[in-house]
């Protein structure tokens, strides 16, 4: 029993900790190549939103890591301009976000989205076109 017990926890334990590594790897191949993770050096080689601003109006919008999480893994798949709680110039500079529908499954998207919102925005973090970044941009 005991030992039943133990192989058990230890199983459940690494699991967990393989689906939190899982997020961030996830979350590099399958949502950086468009979103930076990373505060941008220069904004004008954007392709999408970075995904500190991203979350931040995620967060914004949705309160709960469940509403947030349900809300991305909807949009990934199904992208529309409705739905959008990111700035409209957001959608007009970059387009809309090309479904991902193919590229990710909903697994995965579970592990990605409880990454994000775990980790960003990063603390501090005050939302980017403010201050210095206002100049950069056309
Ligand atoms: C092909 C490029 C591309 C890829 C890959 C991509 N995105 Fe996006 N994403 C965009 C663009 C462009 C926008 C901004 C326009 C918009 O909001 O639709 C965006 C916007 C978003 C938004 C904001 C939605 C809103 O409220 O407007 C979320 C959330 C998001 N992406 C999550 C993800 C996640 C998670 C992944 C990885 C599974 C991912 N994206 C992969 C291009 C991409």
């Known amino acids: 029993m005991r030992v039943k017990t133990t192989i058990f926890l230890t199983i459940a334990l690494l699991s967990v900790s393989n689906a939190m590594s899982s997020g961030e790897e996830l979350t590099k191949n399958k949502c950086s190549t468009c979103h930076v993770l990373s505060h941008p050096k220069d904004m004008s080689k954007l392709v999408a939103p970075p995904i500190m601003g991203v979350m931040r109006h995620v ?70 076109g403010h201050g210095k970044h206002r100049g950069m941009q056309k």
């Not at 949705?62 to 990934?76: C, G, N, P, Q, T």
Request: positive net charge; aromatic residues 12%.
């Open 59 to 128: 967060k914004m919008a949705y309160s709960s890591k469940e509403e947030a999480v349900a809300f991305i893994k909807d949009y990934v798949l199904n992208p529309s301009k409705e739905k959008s709680v990111c700035m409209p110039q957001k959608i007009k500079r970059f387009g809309l976000m090309p479904s991902q529908k193919g590229n990710v499954t909903k697994e995965e998207l579970e592990s990605i989205t409880s990454w994000l919102y775990d980790n960003f925005p990063p603390k501090g973090f005050k939302g980017m």
